[in-house]
């Protein structure tokens, strides 16, 4: 008998796996989920805190980024890549928040149930991104409580999705979760409105605050620009530091996610103008803070970051020089 090619051989055994392949069931991502939990993997901490709000005892979730990351340069590791490939749905901002993660995320939605929390929000509701080009928006929604309860909708309805089998327990929790977003929503203007209408001004580094500013009545200005990839120029601190000084603004904040140099540049450049503005506090915008603490929560973070604003702008230890 004459002998077998070994190249047919090998070409046997890549026929006869792939046929295994194929008869294995549904991939992992489609598999029914039955009574186990739901693998969920997300990026901000306060996603991950809003997905387990709404999941429940029916999700395991993995969250990527913790308190101080900032989303915008995240780069994820070998580790992140497992998580996110294993998960039953990964749920992410989008909108470019999650700017050095696009390719991959993109490359996992060929093959798995990936959310852009914002894709329920109609455009029209949402800022255009200063200087982008058109289409492009501000991404940092999660400072207007009213646009958070439409992501949190979305979260639920992604979750009834992959899961239909206890799809009434994501709609009781989401119930329950949107009479503490409007509560919120409620407890957060009240702080703003309490702060002297001449000294509504928000002055950050990065400008991740539009959407609060529009939502509750404060003006907001920023050194940078909405992504941390875009570096502040001394112009842009010079431009600041005019509004400060003509506008007398009693102090400005530094954020959890951002370096502080640009904000010291700024005090700087303000106290050369005669306006000696303080540092009114810490802010969280693109993370939450520590977990288990009172702002390791979407709801901690933003009446966290009403308070400080509130009590610092209300202050007058700001003077202002000739």
Same mark, same amino acid.
């Given at each position: 008998?004459?002998?077998?090619?070994?190249?047919?051989?090998?070409?046997?055994?890549?026929?006869?796996?792939?046929?295994?392949?194929?008869?294995?069931?549904?991939?992992?991502?489609?598999?029914?989920?039955?009574?186990?939990?739901?693998?969920?993997?997300?990026?901000t901490?306060?996603?991950?805190?809003?997905?387990?709000?709404?999941?429940g005892?029916?999700?395991?979730?993995?969250?990527?980024?913790?308190p101080?990351?900032?989303?915008?340069?995240?780069?994820?590791?070998?580790?992140?890549?497992?998580?996110?490939?294993?998960?039953?749905?990964?749920?992410?901002?989008?909108?470019?928040?999650?700017?050095?993660?696009?390719?991959?995320?993109?490359?996992?939605?060929?093959?798995?149930?990936?959310?852009?929390?914002?894709?329920?929000?109609?455009?029209?509701?949402?800022?255009?991104?200063?200087?982008?080009?058109?289409?492009?928006?501000?991404?940092?929604?999660?400072?207007?409580?009213?646009?958070?309860?439409?992501?949190s909708?979305?979260?639920?309805?992604?979750?009834?999705?992959?899961?239909?089998?206890?799809?009434?327990?994501?709609r009781?929790?989401?119930?329950?979760?949107?009479?503490?977003?409007?509560?919120?929503?409620?407890?957060?203007?009240?702080?703003?409105?309490?702060?002297?209408?001449?000294?509504?001004?928000?002055?950050?580094?990065?400008?991740?605050?539009?959407?609060? @500013?529009?939502?509750? %009545?404060?003006?907001? +200005?920023?050194?940078?620009? &909405?992504?941390?990839?875009?570096? $502040? #120029? *001394? !112009?842009?601190?010079?431009?600041?530091?005019?509004?400060?000084?003509?506008?007398?603004?009693?102090?400005?904040?530094?954020?959890?996610?951002?370096?502080?140099?640009?904000?010291?540049?700024?005090?700087a450049?303000?106290?050369?103008?005669?306006?000696?503005?303080?540092?009114?506090?810490?802010?969280?915008?693109?993370?939450?803070?520590?977990?288990?603490?009172?702002? @390791?929560?979407?709801? %901690?973070?933003?009446? +966290?970051?009403?308070?400080r &604003?509130?009590?610092?702008?209300? $202050? #007058? *230890? !700001?003077?202002?020089?000739?």
């Amino acid at each position: 008998m004459r002998a077998r090619s070994p190249h047919i051989v090998l070409a046997a055994l890549v026929a006869l796996l792939a046929l295994a392949g194929c008869t294995t069931g549904p991939p992992a991502d489609t598999a029914p989920i039955g009574d186990r939990a739901v693998r969920v993997t997300t990026t901000t901490n306060f996603i991950t805190d809003t997905v387990r709000r709404i999941g429940g005892d029916r999700v395991e979730v993995t969250g990527l980024m913790g308190p101080g990351v900032d989303p915008h340069l995240y780069r994820a590791s070998a580790q992140d890549v497992r998580a996110l490939r294993d998960a039953d749905i990964v749920f992410y901002g989008g909108l470019g928040l999650e700017g050095k993660m696009a390719d991959l995320l993109a490359d996992l939605a060929q093959r798995q149930t990936t959310t852009a929390v914002t894709d329920g929000i109609p455009r029209e509701a949402l800022l255009p991104a200063p200087g982008g080009a058109p289409g492009q928006y501000d991404p940092h929604i999660w400072f207007d409580v009213t646009l958070w309860e439409q992501v949190s909708a979305t979260i639920a309805a992604a979750l009834s999705e992959r899961d239909p089998q206890h799809a009434a327990t994501y709609r009781r929790n989401l119930d329950a979760y949107r009479t503490e977003l409007r509560a919120l929503d409620t407890e957060v203007r009240t702080r703003i409105e309490a702060i002297p209408p001449g000294r509504r001004l928000l002055v950050t580094s990065h400008d991740a605050f539009a959407y609060f @500013g529009r939502r509750y %009545g404060i003006e907001v +200005a920023a050194i940078q620009g &909405i992504s941390t990839a875009a570096e $502040a #120029t *001394t !112009a842009d601190v010079e431009r600041v530091a005019d509004l400060l000084a003509s506008r007398a603004v009693p102090a400005v904040f530094v954020e959890t996610s951002v370096p502080r140099q640009t904000i010291d540049a700024l005090l700087a450049a303000a106290a050369r103008r005669g306006q000696q503005a303080r540092v009114g506090g810490e802010l969280f915008t693109d993370a939450a803070g520590a977990p288990d603490t009172p702002e @390791g929560s979407y709801a %901690g973070m933003l009446r +966290a970051n009403a308070g400080r &604003i509130a009590d610092s702008l209300s $202050a #007058t *230890t !700001a003077t202002q020089g000739g």
